[in-house]
Protein backbone atom coordinates (compact mmCIF):
# COMPACT_ATOMS: atom_id res chain seq x y z
CA UNK A 1 0.00 0.00 0.00
CA UNK A 2 1.37 3.61 -1.37
CA UNK A 3 1.61 5.78 1.78
CA UNK A 4 -0.54 8.82 1.41
CA UNK A 5 0.72 12.34 2.13
CA UNK A 6 -1.19 15.55 3.32
CA UNK A 7 -0.02 16.90 -0.33
CA UNK A 8 -1.98 14.73 -2.59
CA UNK A 9 -4.88 16.55 -1.55
CA UNK A 10 -4.69 18.59 -4.41
CA UNK A 11 -4.74 16.01 -7.01
CA UNK A 12 -8.71 15.53 -6.02
CA UNK A 13 -9.52 18.46 -4.89
CA UNK A 14 -11.80 19.58 -7.74
CA UNK A 15 -13.49 16.35 -6.95
CA UNK A 16 -13.89 17.10 -3.50
CA UNK A 17 -15.40 21.21 -4.48
CA UNK A 18 -17.93 19.06 -6.98
CA UNK A 19 -18.78 17.00 -4.47
CA UNK A 20 -18.93 19.60 -1.27
CA UNK A 21 -21.14 21.83 -4.06
CA UNK A 22 -23.64 19.43 -4.63
CA UNK A 23 -24.24 19.24 -0.90
CA UNK A 24 -24.14 22.61 -0.88
CA UNK A 25 -27.08 23.05 -3.46
CA UNK A 26 -29.07 20.22 -1.17
CA UNK A 27 -29.12 22.30 1.73
CA UNK A 28 -30.24 25.41 0.04
CA UNK A 29 -33.36 23.57 -1.42
CA UNK A 30 -34.45 23.13 2.13
CA UNK A 31 -34.82 27.11 2.46
CA UNK A 32 -38.16 28.89 1.03
CA UNK A 33 -36.89 32.15 -0.71
CA UNK A 34 -37.69 34.26 -3.78
CA UNK A 35 -35.95 33.23 -6.71
CA UNK A 36 -34.18 30.42 -5.33
CA UNK A 37 -34.05 28.58 -8.98
CA UNK A 38 -31.62 31.16 -10.04
CA UNK A 39 -29.47 31.25 -6.90
CA UNK A 40 -28.65 27.54 -7.51
CA UNK A 41 -28.64 27.90 -11.39
CA UNK A 42 -25.76 30.68 -10.45
CA UNK A 43 -24.36 28.51 -7.49
CA UNK A 44 -23.78 25.43 -10.43
CA UNK A 45 -22.03 27.95 -13.13
CA UNK A 46 -19.82 28.87 -9.92
CA UNK A 47 -19.29 25.68 -8.99
CA UNK A 48 -17.67 24.31 -12.42
CA UNK A 49 -15.50 27.38 -12.40
CA UNK A 50 -13.86 26.84 -9.23
CA UNK A 51 -13.45 23.05 -10.46
CA UNK A 52 -11.67 24.79 -13.57
CA UNK A 53 -9.53 27.03 -11.54
CA UNK A 54 -8.69 24.03 -9.15
CA UNK A 55 -8.10 21.52 -11.82
CA UNK A 56 -5.93 23.86 -14.37
CA UNK A 57 -2.56 24.14 -12.23
CA UNK A 58 -2.47 20.34 -12.33
CA UNK A 59 -1.66 20.94 -16.27
CA UNK A 60 2.13 21.82 -14.87
CA UNK A 61 2.82 19.05 -12.45
CA UNK A 62 4.34 15.46 -13.23
CA UNK A 63 1.67 12.95 -13.81
CA UNK A 64 1.16 11.65 -9.80
CA UNK A 65 -0.86 8.31 -9.10
CA UNK A 66 -2.85 8.69 -5.49
CA UNK A 67 -5.18 6.92 -3.31
CA UNK A 68 -3.31 3.79 -3.52
CA UNK A 69 -2.99 3.69 -6.96
CA UNK A 70 -7.20 4.72 -7.48
CA UNK A 71 -6.48 8.13 -9.06
CA UNK A 72 -4.60 9.46 -11.66
CA UNK A 73 -3.74 12.97 -12.16
CA UNK A 74 -2.25 14.12 -15.12
CA UNK A 75 -2.27 15.66 -18.43
CA UNK A 76 -5.29 13.84 -19.81
CA UNK A 77 -7.15 14.00 -17.22
CA UNK A 78 -6.67 17.76 -16.85
CA UNK A 79 -7.37 18.69 -20.30
CA UNK A 80 -10.65 16.29 -20.12
CA UNK A 81 -12.15 17.96 -16.93
CA UNK A 82 -11.38 21.26 -18.30
CA UNK A 83 -13.90 20.17 -21.67
CA UNK A 84 -16.37 18.64 -19.45
CA UNK A 85 -16.60 21.78 -17.37
CA UNK A 86 -16.62 23.93 -20.56
CA UNK A 87 -19.41 21.84 -22.21
CA UNK A 88 -21.63 21.45 -19.15
CA UNK A 89 -21.56 24.73 -18.24
CA UNK A 90 -22.38 25.63 -21.81
CA UNK A 91 -25.14 22.86 -21.79
CA UNK A 92 -26.80 24.74 -18.20
CA UNK A 93 -27.04 27.73 -19.81
CA UNK A 94 -29.06 26.34 -22.96
CA UNK A 95 -30.99 24.37 -20.43
CA UNK A 96 -31.92 27.57 -17.98
CA UNK A 97 -35.33 28.77 -19.59
CA UNK A 98 -36.00 25.84 -21.34
CA UNK A 99 -36.37 23.94 -18.12
CA UNK A 100 -38.53 26.71 -16.52
CA UNK A 101 -40.79 27.04 -19.19
CA UNK A 102 -41.60 23.41 -18.88
CA UNK A 103 -41.82 23.29 -14.88
CA UNK A 104 -39.32 20.65 -14.00
CA UNK A 105 -36.67 23.53 -13.09
CA UNK A 106 -36.09 21.96 -9.72
CA UNK A 107 -32.19 21.64 -8.02
CA UNK A 108 -32.18 18.10 -8.35
CA UNK A 109 -31.73 18.89 -12.15
CA UNK A 110 -28.45 20.66 -10.84
CA UNK A 111 -27.66 18.44 -8.46
CA UNK A 112 -28.20 15.33 -11.46
CA UNK A 113 -25.90 17.50 -13.59
CA UNK A 114 -23.37 17.93 -10.85
CA UNK A 115 -23.28 14.08 -9.90
CA UNK A 116 -22.88 13.34 -13.91
CA UNK A 117 -19.62 15.96 -13.89
CA UNK A 118 -18.48 13.70 -10.75
CA UNK A 119 -18.29 10.72 -12.16
CA UNK A 120 -16.71 11.88 -15.43
CA UNK A 121 -14.12 13.25 -13.63
CA UNK A 122 -13.72 10.28 -11.75
CA UNK A 123 -13.93 8.28 -15.18
CA UNK A 124 -11.15 10.63 -16.60
CA UNK A 125 -9.03 10.24 -13.41
CA UNK A 126 -9.41 6.37 -13.28
CA UNK A 127 -6.19 4.66 -12.41
CA UNK A 128 -8.24 1.70 -11.21
CA UNK A 129 -10.35 -1.05 -13.13
CA UNK A 130 -12.76 -0.33 -10.07
CA UNK A 131 -12.65 3.16 -9.84
CA UNK A 132 -13.05 3.32 -13.46
CA UNK A 133 -16.79 1.06 -12.77
CA UNK A 134 -17.78 3.36 -10.36
CA UNK A 135 -16.99 6.85 -12.11
CA UNK A 136 -19.48 5.18 -14.85
CA UNK A 137 -22.05 3.61 -12.57
CA UNK A 138 -22.35 7.77 -10.70
CA UNK A 139 -22.53 9.20 -14.70
CA UNK A 140 -24.81 6.28 -15.45
CA UNK A 141 -27.53 6.45 -12.45
CA UNK A 142 -27.02 10.58 -12.82
CA UNK A 143 -28.07 10.75 -16.67
CA UNK A 144 -30.89 7.62 -15.71
CA UNK A 145 -32.44 10.39 -13.35
CA UNK A 146 -32.26 13.21 -15.63
CA UNK A 147 -33.97 11.83 -18.84
CA UNK A 148 -37.19 11.10 -16.49
CA UNK A 149 -37.15 14.47 -15.10
CA UNK A 150 -40.06 15.47 -16.74
CA UNK A 151 -42.73 13.22 -15.50
CA UNK A 152 -45.34 14.89 -17.67
CA UNK A 153 -44.01 12.87 -20.88
CA UNK A 154 -44.76 8.90 -21.80
CA UNK A 155 -41.66 9.56 -24.64
CA UNK A 156 -38.97 10.49 -21.15
CA UNK A 157 -40.15 7.95 -18.96
CA UNK A 158 -40.10 5.37 -22.00
CA UNK A 159 -36.28 6.44 -23.01
CA UNK A 160 -34.73 6.54 -19.30
CA UNK A 161 -36.21 2.93 -18.72
CA UNK A 162 -34.46 1.76 -21.85
CA UNK A 163 -30.92 3.20 -21.16
CA UNK A 164 -31.47 2.22 -17.85
CA UNK A 165 -31.86 -1.64 -18.99
CA UNK A 166 -29.87 -1.14 -21.89
CA UNK A 167 -27.33 0.24 -19.53
CA UNK A 168 -27.16 -2.18 -17.07
CA UNK A 169 -26.24 -4.61 -19.74
CA UNK A 170 -23.57 -2.77 -20.96
CA UNK A 171 -22.15 -2.42 -17.27
CA UNK A 172 -22.55 -5.87 -17.46
CA UNK A 173 -20.67 -6.82 -19.87
CA UNK A 174 -17.87 -4.38 -18.52
CA UNK A 175 -17.64 -5.69 -15.11
CA UNK A 176 -17.97 -9.23 -16.63
CA UNK A 177 -14.61 -8.45 -18.43
CA UNK A 178 -13.21 -6.39 -15.32
CA UNK A 179 -13.58 -9.56 -13.06
CA UNK A 180 -11.83 -12.09 -15.84
CA UNK A 181 -8.87 -9.09 -15.99
CA UNK A 182 -8.37 -9.66 -12.48
CA UNK A 183 -8.95 -13.44 -12.56
CA UNK A 184 -6.13 -14.13 -14.81
CA UNK A 185 -3.79 -11.35 -13.49
CA UNK A 186 -4.81 -10.88 -9.72
CA UNK A 187 -4.83 -7.16 -10.17
CA UNK A 188 -7.17 -4.20 -10.78
CA UNK A 189 -4.56 -1.24 -11.06
CA UNK A 190 -4.23 -0.33 -14.66
CA UNK A 191 -0.52 0.22 -14.48
CA UNK A 192 -0.01 -3.49 -13.14
CA UNK A 193 -2.58 -4.74 -15.53
CA UNK A 194 -0.20 -3.78 -18.70
CA UNK A 195 2.73 -5.05 -16.93
CA UNK A 196 0.86 -8.20 -16.43
CA UNK A 197 -0.11 -8.56 -19.78
CA UNK A 198 3.40 -7.41 -21.57
CA UNK A 199 5.37 -10.42 -19.84
CA UNK A 200 2.80 -13.17 -19.55
CA UNK A 201 2.05 -15.00 -23.07
CA UNK A 202 0.31 -17.87 -21.58
CA UNK A 203 -2.64 -16.22 -20.28
CA UNK A 204 -3.14 -14.11 -23.67
CA UNK A 205 -6.04 -15.93 -24.82
CA UNK A 206 -7.92 -15.32 -21.51
CA UNK A 207 -6.80 -11.17 -21.15
CA UNK A 208 -8.18 -11.02 -24.73
CA UNK A 209 -11.22 -12.33 -23.95
CA UNK A 210 -11.52 -10.15 -20.82
CA UNK A 211 -10.75 -7.19 -23.47
CA UNK A 212 -13.83 -7.92 -26.06
CA UNK A 213 -16.02 -7.88 -23.17
CA UNK A 214 -14.37 -4.88 -21.99
CA UNK A 215 -14.97 -3.35 -25.62
CA UNK A 216 -18.41 -4.67 -25.17
CA UNK A 217 -19.43 -2.40 -22.43
CA UNK A 218 -17.73 0.52 -24.03
CA UNK A 219 -19.28 0.65 -27.61
CA UNK A 220 -22.57 0.36 -25.28
CA UNK A 221 -21.50 3.93 -23.58
CA UNK A 222 -20.11 5.58 -26.97
CA UNK A 223 -23.78 3.95 -29.04
CA UNK A 224 -21.55 2.34 -31.77
CA UNK A 225 -23.06 -0.22 -33.57
CA UNK A 226 -23.80 -2.91 -33.13
CA UNK A 227 -24.44 -1.71 -29.37
CA UNK A 228 -26.33 1.68 -30.50
CA UNK A 229 -29.94 0.82 -29.84
CA UNK A 230 -30.52 3.05 -27.33
CA UNK A 231 -29.39 5.95 -28.87
CA UNK A 232 -32.42 7.57 -31.46
CA UNK A 233 -34.95 6.63 -28.58
CA UNK A 234 -32.80 8.43 -25.75
CA UNK A 235 -32.19 11.31 -27.80
CA UNK A 236 -35.79 11.82 -29.32
CA UNK A 237 -37.60 10.76 -25.85
CA UNK A 238 -35.51 12.95 -23.43
CA UNK A 239 -35.76 16.72 -22.93
CA UNK A 240 -33.91 18.72 -25.60
CA UNK A 241 -31.79 20.18 -22.89
CA UNK A 242 -31.24 16.98 -21.47
CA UNK A 243 -29.92 15.40 -24.90
CA UNK A 244 -27.97 18.52 -25.16
CA UNK A 245 -26.04 17.14 -22.40
CA UNK A 246 -26.12 13.51 -23.04
CA UNK A 247 -24.59 13.99 -26.64
CA UNK A 248 -21.43 16.13 -25.47
CA UNK A 249 -19.62 16.29 -22.32
CA UNK A 250 -20.15 12.16 -21.68
CA UNK A 251 -18.08 11.42 -25.04
CA UNK A 252 -15.00 13.21 -23.36
CA UNK A 253 -15.84 10.67 -20.28
CA UNK A 254 -16.06 7.77 -23.14
CA UNK A 255 -12.65 8.76 -24.79
CA UNK A 256 -11.30 8.92 -20.65
CA UNK A 257 -12.53 5.00 -20.69
CA UNK A 258 -10.86 4.19 -24.04
CA UNK A 259 -7.71 5.84 -23.08
CA UNK A 260 -7.58 4.34 -19.84
CA UNK A 261 -8.83 0.64 -20.53
CA UNK A 262 -7.40 0.30 -24.34
CA UNK A 263 -4.10 2.73 -24.41
CA UNK A 264 -2.94 2.58 -20.64
CA UNK A 265 -3.86 -1.33 -19.57
CA UNK A 266 -3.88 -3.04 -22.95
CA UNK A 267 -1.46 -1.29 -25.29
CA UNK A 268 0.62 -4.55 -25.95
CA UNK A 269 -2.80 -6.20 -26.95
CA UNK A 270 -3.25 -3.81 -30.05
CA UNK A 271 -3.31 -5.88 -32.66
CA UNK A 272 -5.76 -7.83 -31.11
CA UNK A 273 -8.22 -5.02 -30.09
CA UNK A 274 -7.61 -3.08 -33.07
CA UNK A 275 -9.05 -5.34 -35.59
CA UNK A 276 -12.66 -5.54 -33.07
CA UNK A 277 -12.45 -1.56 -33.10
CA UNK A 278 -12.18 -1.54 -36.99
CA UNK A 279 -15.51 -3.70 -37.01
CA UNK A 280 -17.26 -1.32 -34.58
CA UNK A 281 -15.94 1.75 -37.11
CA UNK A 282 -17.08 0.51 -40.33
CA UNK A 283 -20.28 -0.82 -39.29
CA UNK A 284 -21.28 2.21 -37.25
CA UNK A 285 -20.83 5.09 -40.08
CA UNK A 286 -21.92 2.53 -42.58
CA UNK A 287 -25.59 1.87 -40.36
CA UNK A 288 -25.62 5.59 -39.20
CA UNK A 289 -25.14 7.15 -42.57
CA UNK A 290 -27.81 4.97 -44.02
CA UNK A 291 -30.59 5.65 -41.57
CA UNK A 292 -29.60 9.28 -40.72
CA UNK A 293 -31.11 9.74 -44.48
CA UNK A 294 -34.40 8.74 -43.88
CA UNK A 295 -34.70 10.38 -40.37
CA UNK A 296 -37.62 13.59 -40.55
CA UNK A 297 -37.31 14.35 -36.76
CA UNK A 298 -33.91 16.57 -36.45
CA UNK A 299 -33.28 14.56 -33.01
CA UNK A 300 -33.05 11.30 -34.39
CA UNK A 301 -30.87 12.45 -37.28
CA UNK A 302 -28.52 13.68 -34.88
CA UNK A 303 -28.54 10.69 -33.01
CA UNK A 304 -27.84 8.47 -36.06
CA UNK A 305 -24.89 11.17 -36.77
CA UNK A 306 -23.66 10.83 -33.12
CA UNK A 307 -23.44 7.19 -34.12
CA UNK A 308 -21.58 7.93 -37.52
CA UNK A 309 -19.11 10.43 -35.25
CA UNK A 310 -18.28 7.63 -33.18
CA UNK A 311 -17.07 5.41 -36.05
CA UNK A 312 -14.77 7.36 -37.61
CA UNK A 313 -13.43 8.52 -33.85
CA UNK A 314 -12.74 4.98 -33.32
CA UNK A 315 -10.54 5.39 -36.54
CA UNK A 316 -8.34 7.81 -34.90
CA UNK A 317 -8.07 4.85 -31.60
CA UNK A 318 -7.31 1.83 -33.55
CA UNK A 319 -4.68 3.59 -35.34
CA UNK A 320 -2.71 3.22 -31.93
CA UNK A 321 0.05 5.84 -32.35
CA UNK A 322 0.42 8.82 -30.23
CA UNK A 323 -0.81 11.13 -33.27
CA UNK A 324 -4.10 8.98 -34.08
CA UNK A 325 -5.03 9.13 -30.15
CA UNK A 326 -4.32 12.78 -30.53
CA UNK A 327 -6.40 12.90 -33.63
CA UNK A 328 -9.25 11.03 -31.56
CA UNK A 329 -9.10 13.57 -28.89
CA UNK A 330 -9.29 16.56 -30.90
CA UNK A 331 -12.11 14.80 -32.86
CA UNK A 332 -13.90 14.20 -29.35
CA UNK A 333 -13.92 17.39 -28.57
CA UNK A 334 -14.65 18.92 -32.00
CA UNK A 335 -17.39 16.95 -32.22
CA UNK A 336 -19.07 17.64 -28.49
CA UNK A 337 -18.55 21.81 -29.33
CA UNK A 338 -20.76 20.38 -32.47
CA UNK A 339 -23.31 18.36 -31.34
CA UNK A 340 -23.94 20.54 -28.27
CA UNK A 341 -24.32 23.50 -30.56
CA UNK A 342 -26.74 21.56 -32.95
CA UNK A 343 -29.15 20.98 -29.60
CA UNK A 344 -28.42 24.13 -28.80
CA UNK A 345 -30.17 25.68 -32.02
CA UNK A 346 -33.13 22.97 -31.30
CA UNK A 347 -33.98 24.70 -28.16
CA UNK A 348 -33.37 28.01 -29.36
CA UNK A 349 -36.51 27.20 -31.72
CA UNK A 350 -38.37 25.66 -29.40
CA UNK A 351 -40.62 27.16 -26.85
CA UNK A 352 -43.64 26.93 -24.88
CA UNK A 353 -45.82 24.43 -25.84
CA UNK A 354 -43.59 23.89 -28.95
CA UNK A 355 -40.54 21.26 -29.39
CA UNK A 356 -38.79 22.42 -32.48
CA UNK A 357 -38.14 18.46 -33.09
CA UNK A 358 -39.11 18.31 -36.38
CA UNK A 359 -36.22 19.21 -39.80
CA UNK A 360 -39.49 21.34 -41.14
CA UNK A 361 -39.96 23.22 -37.90
CA UNK A 362 -36.77 25.18 -39.03
CA UNK A 363 -38.20 25.95 -42.49
CA UNK A 364 -36.98 29.69 -43.63
CA UNK A 365 -35.20 30.32 -40.31
CA UNK A 366 -33.10 32.32 -42.95
CA UNK A 367 -36.30 35.18 -43.80
CA UNK A 368 -36.79 36.14 -39.75
CA UNK A 369 -33.16 35.64 -38.27
CA UNK A 370 -30.18 35.32 -40.80
CA UNK A 371 -27.48 35.66 -38.05
CA UNK A 372 -28.99 32.05 -36.17
CA UNK A 373 -29.50 30.91 -40.11
CA UNK A 374 -26.20 31.41 -40.16
CA UNK A 375 -24.72 29.62 -37.10
CA UNK A 376 -27.00 26.83 -37.82
CA UNK A 377 -25.29 26.45 -41.55
CA UNK A 378 -22.09 26.58 -39.93
CA UNK A 379 -23.02 23.44 -37.24
CA UNK A 380 -24.38 21.51 -40.28
CA UNK A 381 -21.19 21.89 -42.37
CA UNK A 382 -19.12 21.36 -39.62
CA UNK A 383 -20.70 17.72 -38.55
CA UNK A 384 -20.51 17.28 -41.97
CA UNK A 385 -16.52 17.85 -42.66
CA UNK A 386 -16.93 21.04 -45.03
CA UNK A 387 -13.77 23.18 -44.57
CA UNK A 388 -12.84 25.61 -43.33
CA UNK A 389 -14.76 24.65 -40.00
CA UNK A 390 -13.51 22.62 -37.64
CA UNK A 391 -15.58 19.71 -38.53
CA UNK A 392 -13.21 19.72 -41.61
CA UNK A 393 -9.93 19.49 -39.32
CA UNK A 394 -11.11 16.84 -37.50
CA UNK A 395 -11.77 14.43 -39.89
CA UNK A 396 -8.80 15.48 -41.75
CA UNK A 397 -6.43 14.56 -38.78
CA UNK A 398 -8.32 11.10 -38.25
CA UNK A 399 -7.33 10.58 -42.05
CA UNK A 400 -4.07 11.31 -41.82
CA UNK A 401 -3.55 9.60 -38.67
CA UNK A 402 -4.59 6.31 -40.55
CA UNK A 403 -2.65 6.84 -44.18
CA UNK A 404 0.33 7.08 -41.95
CA UNK A 405 0.32 3.44 -40.73
CA UNK A 406 -0.46 2.24 -44.21
CA UNK A 407 -4.27 1.99 -43.90
CA UNK A 408 -5.10 3.77 -47.31
CA UNK A 409 -8.05 1.49 -47.59
CA UNK A 410 -9.51 2.60 -44.54
CA UNK A 411 -9.34 6.13 -45.27
CA UNK A 412 -10.92 5.81 -48.39
CA UNK A 413 -14.06 3.63 -47.03
CA UNK A 414 -14.36 6.73 -44.06
CA UNK A 415 -13.99 9.22 -46.86
CA UNK A 416 -17.01 7.46 -49.06
CA UNK A 417 -18.89 7.19 -45.70
CA UNK A 418 -18.04 10.97 -44.95
CA UNK A 419 -19.64 11.77 -48.23
CA UNK A 420 -22.83 9.75 -47.69
CA UNK A 421 -23.36 12.19 -44.66
CA UNK A 422 -23.12 15.32 -46.36
CA UNK A 423 -26.62 14.87 -47.77
CA UNK A 424 -28.33 15.11 -44.88
CA UNK A 425 -26.53 17.54 -43.51
CA UNK A 426 -27.34 19.69 -46.44
CA UNK A 427 -31.04 19.44 -46.53
CA UNK A 428 -30.86 21.05 -43.14
CA UNK A 429 -29.32 23.77 -44.57
CA UNK A 430 -31.48 24.01 -47.90
CA UNK A 431 -34.55 23.90 -45.34
CA UNK A 432 -33.11 26.89 -43.64
CA UNK A 433 -32.00 29.21 -46.55
CA UNK A 434 -34.60 27.93 -49.31
CA UNK A 435 -38.11 26.63 -48.18
CA UNK A 436 -40.49 29.04 -47.11
CA UNK A 437 -41.21 29.84 -43.44
CA UNK A 438 -43.02 27.31 -41.62
CA UNK A 439 -45.95 27.70 -38.92
CA UNK A 440 -43.09 27.43 -36.07
CA UNK A 441 -41.45 30.95 -37.12
CA UNK A 442 -44.72 32.57 -36.65
CA UNK A 443 -45.11 34.51 -33.45
CA UNK A 444 -41.47 33.48 -32.62
CA UNK A 445 -40.30 34.63 -29.54
CA UNK A 446 -35.88 34.86 -29.08
CA UNK A 447 -35.19 33.17 -26.14
CA UNK A 448 -32.83 35.07 -23.49
CA UNK A 449 -29.82 36.69 -23.97
CA UNK A 450 -27.34 34.20 -22.19
CA UNK A 451 -28.43 31.51 -24.61
CA UNK A 452 -28.37 33.95 -28.09
CA UNK A 453 -25.19 34.82 -26.99
CA UNK A 454 -23.44 31.44 -26.19
CA UNK A 455 -24.87 30.12 -29.45
CA UNK A 456 -23.44 32.87 -31.24
CA UNK A 457 -20.18 32.17 -29.34
CA UNK A 458 -20.34 28.26 -30.13
CA UNK A 459 -20.98 28.62 -34.08
CA UNK A 460 -17.80 31.29 -34.32
CA UNK A 461 -15.92 29.12 -32.17
CA UNK A 462 -16.41 26.19 -34.50
CA UNK A 463 -15.08 28.53 -37.31
CA UNK A 464 -12.19 29.76 -35.33
CA UNK A 465 -11.06 26.27 -34.79
CA UNK A 466 -11.37 25.30 -38.28
CA UNK A 467 -9.28 28.40 -39.05
CA UNK A 468 -6.54 28.11 -36.65
CA UNK A 469 -6.66 24.43 -34.98
CA UNK A 470 -2.74 24.14 -34.06
CA UNK A 471 -3.11 25.24 -30.46
CA UNK A 472 -5.80 23.02 -30.12
CA UNK A 473 -4.53 19.99 -32.34
CA UNK A 474 -0.61 20.54 -29.92
CA UNK A 475 -2.49 20.84 -26.69
CA UNK A 476 -3.91 17.29 -27.52
CA UNK A 477 -0.31 15.94 -29.14
CA UNK A 478 0.79 17.01 -25.29
CA UNK A 479 -1.57 15.08 -23.54
CA UNK A 480 0.02 11.97 -25.41
CA UNK A 481 3.56 13.09 -25.15
Known sequence: MMPFHFSDFQFFLPEIWVAGAVCVILL???????EKHKWIYGLTQATLLGALLLTLPLWWMEKRVVLNGMFAADKLATVAKGIIYLVTAMALVYAREYVHVRNFEKSEYYVLTLTAVLGMMVIVSGAHLLSLYLGIELLSLSLYALIAMRRDSSLALEAALKFFVIGALGSGLLLYGIS?????????????????AAETSESRLMLMLGVVFIISGLA??????????????????????????????????????????????????????????LILAISS????????????????????????HMGFFLL???????????????????????????FGMVIFMSRAGVEAEKIDDFKGLNAVHPWYAFIMMVLMFSLAGV???????AKLSVLKSIIDVDMVWLAVVAVIFA?????????VVKTVYFDAPGKNLERFVLPPRDLRVVLSLNGLAIIGLGLFPYGLMLLCQQVFA
Open 28 to 34: VECFDFK
Open 180 to 196: MIYGVSAHLDIRSVAEF
Open 220 to 277: FKLGSVPFHMWVPDVYQGSPTSVTAFISSAPKVAAFGLVARFLMEAFPVLHGEWQQFL
Open 285 to 308: MALGNIIAIAQTNIKRMLAYSAIT
Open 316 to 342: GVLVGTGQGNAAALFYIMAYVLMSLGA
Open 387 to 393: PPTVGFY
Open 419 to 427: LMGAYYYLR
